[in-house]
């Protein structure tokens, strides 16, 4: 197991991300709303709103995709996969969208967000920001800020831990073989 964010390492990625968010896209961010993909992109998604609404006092509005229905390998998770609400309480069109997410690796992940998201209007633009970027892509996508990179070979694992969903936050490269111990991270 290879220990790649610390709970300070994070807290400090996250705040830089804010900034450069901040930065960057200083233009869009009155009209911008902030959408975070489940499971993991919707903390990270409410972190991401809070520290910018420090950096820039601005609230962007926040809200949830769940893919499970657009992705490409629905049939090989399993006969009765997960699904659960998509909650997007404002309207996406002529809008810059932020959509976040934990790990960008393949991109299909991303490609199905971008799916669901059009079939809920015509965003201006989709700004990507995701805390992990382990390479290994298949589509040709990218994130406009980036966390993170972390060199992987393709059987390892990235596991983001985060406090709301995992009790801590961290960031571990295990083999698909190898079990995670969270117990390294304290």
């Known amino acids: 197991m290879r220990i790649v964010m610390t709970p300070e390492d994070m807290s400090r990625t996250l ?14 961010i009155a009209q911008a709303v902030m959408v975070g993909i489940r499971t993991r992109g919707l903390p990270l998604a409410q972190r991401l709103q809070a520290l910018l609404r420090d950096v820039t006092g601005v609230t962007l509005p926040l809200g949830v995709l769940d893919i499970t229905l657009y992705r490409d390998d629905l049939t ?4 009765a996969p997960l699904v659960r609400k998509t909650e997007l309480p404002f309207r996406v069109t002529d809008r810059p969208v932020f959509l976040i997410d934990d790990v960008l690796f393949t991109g299909r992940t991303i490609r199905a967000a971008l799916d669901e998201l059009v079939d809920y209007g015509r965003p201006r ?3 990507l920001f995701v805390l992990i970027d382990r390479d290994h892509r298949e589509l040709p ?5 980036v966390g993170q990179f972390v060199a992987t070979e393709l059987d ?15 960031v571990v490269v295990t083999r698909r073989t190898e079990p ?6 304290v």
Not at 15 to 28: D, G, L, P, T, V
Not at 76 to 79: E, S, V
Not at 180 to 185: G, T
Request: charged letters at 35%.
């Open 15 to 28: 705040s830089r991300m804010a900034h450069e968010i901040a930065e960057k896209f200083n233009r869009e």
């Open 125 to 127: 633009t989709v700004r």
């Open 180 to 185: 995670l111990d969270l117990e390294a991270l």
């Open 141 to 145: 996508i990218q994130a406009d800020v």
């Open 76 to 79: 090989q998770i399993g006969p």
């Open 156 to 170: 390892e694992i990235v596991h983001v831990l985060l406090r709301e969903t995992d009790g801590r936050d961290g």
